[in-house]
């Protein structure tokens, strides 16, 4: 195959410009397939193979990607459905995305790495249009909101149960706000990067609606993202906190195909609009496997409440069998490297408090007990309890991070004309 020049093969019928490594010689696409020949040239014949001829004509080679849907399909028929189910448990990869890629530093967005974006201190408004678009804006963008009125705040509050977490309102406020758009079925990208925008500035200030509709106005009328979350979250307002928040915004805003992405994406696939979208995200994030992380390490550290406790606590839950911290990531057998600066800004933006330093000797004590290192999740919490934001408010600053994800990914998606519809086979 690599001493033919296959320049100027194209398949008048179908329209297929061949590319050296879409075509393959008979005798390869017999061995991809595990056929005899008299068998490729069957299921030529029948249509399931797209084939065309050499220069010479005397010889035909055939369409790669052909071949592998072929095989894919005998393979399943043969029992080997477990390697594409292995494929969806941290496995290989399924589909193909130009967003982000995750290597040994973490993700990279659109080829930018996110932590080196988080270093420079460039605003998550920024990555959020990197991630979209795949052009980085020079200045933070101005997200201003459409003229057109949203929910009603006070409306929306009153539908709030006392002490829900902040995330439960999201969950609440994306479909009660996609149903007040009419607009909202079949649009153009060019209509939804301006949706996406209002919908994510909103949701961050609708955070509030816990402490009350007049929080969450006042949250919506701050002109950055870092800004609205901290009033609406009620942290302490600093240049400080806003640049560390804003660090945690960067490093969350996507991670490939999470699980609450590939939920994003298996909806956009059906022509969903993108408040349902969101919601797909939103549902994912809620499960204990998921975004409960965050719930998980907050009650550990108020069950060990001073840092003296925390040795005893680790070697209980030890004894146990329970889970100590969010520890260790598939991805990053050395340690997340989204984690480190989220642990110093929190140890720089309150070192003496007691709940922030019981979770630093909660890490002393699983470190010393030869345990992997922390998660993310750990990092964001470290901060969150620095900042002196309300329990939740970890998961809902994942899920307001991650939105900028979730919504790269639906566009993306949307541009592939096909149903996300994987099979199952029987056990």
């Known amino acids: 195959m690599s001493n033919v020049d296959q320049r100027g093969l194209i398949n008048q019928s179908t329209g297929f410009d061949n590319q050296p490594s879409d075509l ?20 030529a014949s029948r249509g399931l193979v797209r084939s065309v001829p050499s220069d010479g ?3 035909r080679f055939y369409v790669r990607e052909d071949l592998e849907r072929l095989k894919a399909r005998s393979d399943a028929r043969r029992g080997h459905g477990p390697v594409a189910a292995a494929a969806l448990r941290w496995g290989e990869p399924v589909l193909t995305s130009t967003i982000t890629t995750i290597g040994p530093e973490g993700p990279r967005y659109r080829g930018q790495a996110a932590t080196a974006l988080a270093a420079a201190g460039v605003p998550f408004e920024s990555v959020a249009e990197l991630l979209w678009t795949g052009a980085l804006p020079e200045e933070r963008p101005t997200w201003t909101l459409p003229q057109e009125p949203a929910l009603p705040a006070a409306r929306l509050a009153d539908l709030v149960p006392e002490g829900a977490p902040p995330l439960a309102t999201l969950a609440l406020a994306v479909p009660a706000l996609g149903a007040r758009d009419p607009l909202r079925f079949a649009a153009t990208e060019e209509a939804e990067l301006p949706r996406a925008r209002a919908l994510i500035r909103r949701l961050a200030a609708l955070s509030a609606l816990p402490s009350g509709a007049r929080r969450a106005k006042a949250a919506l009328a701050e002109p950055t993202m ?32 999470a699980t609450s992405t590939f939920a994003v994406r298996v909806t956009a696939s059906t022509g969903a609009d993108l408040y349902a979208c969101v919601s797909a995200g939103l549902a994912a994030v809620s499960g204990p496997k998921h975004g409960g992380a965050c719930d998980r390490i907050e009650a550990v550290v108020a069950e060990v409440g001073r840092p003296e406790k925390a040795r005893a606590v680790v070697a209980a839950r030890a004894r146990r069998g329970d889970t100590v911290l969010e520890l260790g990531h598939p991805f990053y057998p050395d340690g997340d490297p989204r984690t480190p600066p989220l642990l110093a800004a929190a140890r720089e933006e309150a070192p003496r408090k007691v709940n ?7 890490l002393d004590a699983t470190k010393e007990a030869g345990h992997p290192p922390p998660s ?31 919504i790269a990914h639906a566009l993306e998606q949307r541009k592939d004309p096909t149903l996300l519809r994987p099979r199952s086979i029987a056990s």
């Open 376 to 406: 993310v999740d750990v990092g964001l919490v470290a901060l969150c309890l620095a900042l002196g934001l309300p329990q939740g408010a970890a998961t809902t600053l994942f899920a307001i991070g991650r939105l900028a994800g979730w």
């Open 356 to 362: 922030v330093a019981a979770l630093f000797a909660l």
């Open 226 to 257: 870092t800004r609205a979350l901290l009033v609406a979250l009620g942290g302490r307002r600093s240049e400080r906190a806003e640049a560390a928040l804003e660090q945690a915004l960067v490093l969350l805003a996507d991670h490939e195909l």
């Open 24 to 43: 393959v010689s008979g005798a390869e696409a017999a061995a991809l397939l595990g056929v005899k020949r008299e068998t490729l040239y069957a299921y």
């Open 57 to 59: 004509g005397r010889s």
